[in-house]
Every structure is written in C-alpha cells, then in structure tokens.
C-alpha cells in the first residue's frame, strides 16, 4: 500500500536567545590509527557503549576497517574494547545490549565473500566474542545514501533480532533467533507510479520494535527519477513503513514529500 502525505510547512522555527547549557565531559579515544563512531546505546550500568569502525594495518600494509565496539563508563571513561573484522572492510553500524548484559552489533562485512554481507557479531558482557554470523543477499549496495546509512538492529522482548538490510535499491527485514538464526527474510518491493517515473530506489535506515503492538516501524528513503518534456530529475523523500514482527507482513507504508521537492 503506498500513501502520499503533504507534510505542513512551518513558516519559521525559531530559538530561545539567552540560554546556557552546561558541558559535562567530552573526550576523544585517540591512536595512530582512524576510527568512527556510528551508533550508541546506554547499558544497564549507567554508561554507555559504541559502535563503528576502526582502520587497522595488516600484515602487507594495507589499512582495512574493522567493528570497533568501544564501552565507556557513565562519566565517559574508558573501560574496554574489542577490534573484529577479516582481511577487507567491515563496520559496524548498529548495537544493542542484551538481558545478560551482552551485545548485538549489526554491521557489513566483505571478509566473508567477495560481495558485501551482513553480519551479526555477539559479545558477552565484558566484550570478549562469542558468535558472528554473515548472511548471503541481505546486502549488496545503497544507491541513495552517499555515505550510506549501513544496518540497523532491535531487540524483541524474546531477545529475537530485527535487522535491517538492503539490496540495489530493495530494502529487506530479516528476523532472527537470539542465536542469529533466521525466522523469515523479507525483500520488500514499489512499484512506480505513473508511466513516467522509473522504478523507485528504496534503502531502510532505521528499525524500532513497538513492545505494545507486537510491531516494528522502519524508516528509510526512496528515489525516483520523473522524466519531463526534455528533461528528467531525481527526487528523494523520506519513507515510513510497519509490519508484522512475527511474520514481517508489510502493514502500511507511506512516503512524505515536500511540494516540488527535488534533489
């Protein structure tokens, strides 16, 4: 089902003048080699744990990326960290932490295969590895993002997984077991229109899962090109969809846009 909303436009968004805010710390983790910070969750001790990735040299003097998984106390100190990743890029795009004071990090790999994966990696409560698990077509290429928004991931109240993926411009949902192993896989396809617009491109960026309505909400973009007298242009607007957790049956989706928007 595909939907169009006009999202109002406010005339002017102003700011309070005069206001203050205070810092309370800021720190940078800094080393010879690059990294970056994509994601953040607060753990069940007060402090919180990221995501990203890290370039580490190998053997042959090539730099490639690996997860970066990073866990800071509530003041912002650092405590530990775990490297992971094989002999080409991975990063890690989204993490979680489980019951058992754990972690789930979704992220893509290319060490698996020679296409792009995604990968689920699980560590225990002080970072050391338990399992990783790359699954085959869950991901091959965003065609909208540049640079593109990765993988996202939610916990089930079950400790199952919803993780976002996506393939030349088809978003997927997978749902796994606690272990990593997959429940359903879906691959969710639009069709254009009117005659006259290609075939919408469409990538996931993000997934929350509704305890209340046993739902998951994802939320992403989508870009078409609409071909007019001589002339054709692209467009982006945001997308919004919810489905079935437990089956992963799309319940509605719709797509907001901006009179005329054009990018």
């Known amino acids: 089902m595909s939907n169009r909303f006009i999202l109002p436009c406010a005339a002017a968004i102003a700011f309070a003048a005069g206001t203050t805010s205070a810092q309370y710390y800021q720190y940078q983790l800094a080393s010879v080699d690059d990294e970056g910070s994509l994601s953040i969750d607060q753990t069940n ?25 990073v866990k800071h106390n509530k003041d912002g100190h650092f405590q530990w960290m775990n490297v992971w990743g094989g002999p080409e890029d991975d990063v890690a795009y989204s993490i979680r932490q489980t019951p058992d004071g754990g972690y789930i990090i979704a992220g893509e790999s290319e060490s698996f295969e020679q296409n792009m994966e995604l990968v689920l990696l699980r ?27 990765g993988v996202a991931l939610d916990l089930l109240p079950n400790e199952e997984i919803i993780v976002t993926g996506h393939y030349t411009g088809h978003p997927k949902l997978m749902l796994t077991r606690p272990d990593g192993v997959p429940l359903w896989q879906w691959m969710y396809w639009v ?31 989508i870009e078409y090109r609409v ?37």
């Open 123 to 149: 560590l225990d409560a002080m970072g050391n590895f338990r399992w990783a698990k790359a699954y085959p077509h869950q991901i091959n290429s965003d065609t909208i993002h540049h640079p593109h928004a």
């Open 191 to 221: 069709p254009p229109v009117n005659p006259f617009i290609d075939t919408p491109l469409h990538a996931f960026t993000d997934v929350d899962f509704d305890r209340n309505e046993g739902t998951a909400v994802v939320s992403g973009s």
């Open 45 to 69: 001790d007060g402090g919180f744990v990221t995501a990203g990735w890290r370039k580490v040299e190998d053997a042959t003097g090539i730099f490639n990326k690996d997860f970066y998984i």
């Open 227 to 263: 071909e007019g007298p001589g002339v054709v242009t692209t467009h982006h607007d945001a997308i919004l969809m919810k489905v079935d957790a437990t089956v992963g049956f799309p319940l509605w989706y719709w797509k907001y846009d901006w009179p005329f928007d054009r990018d």
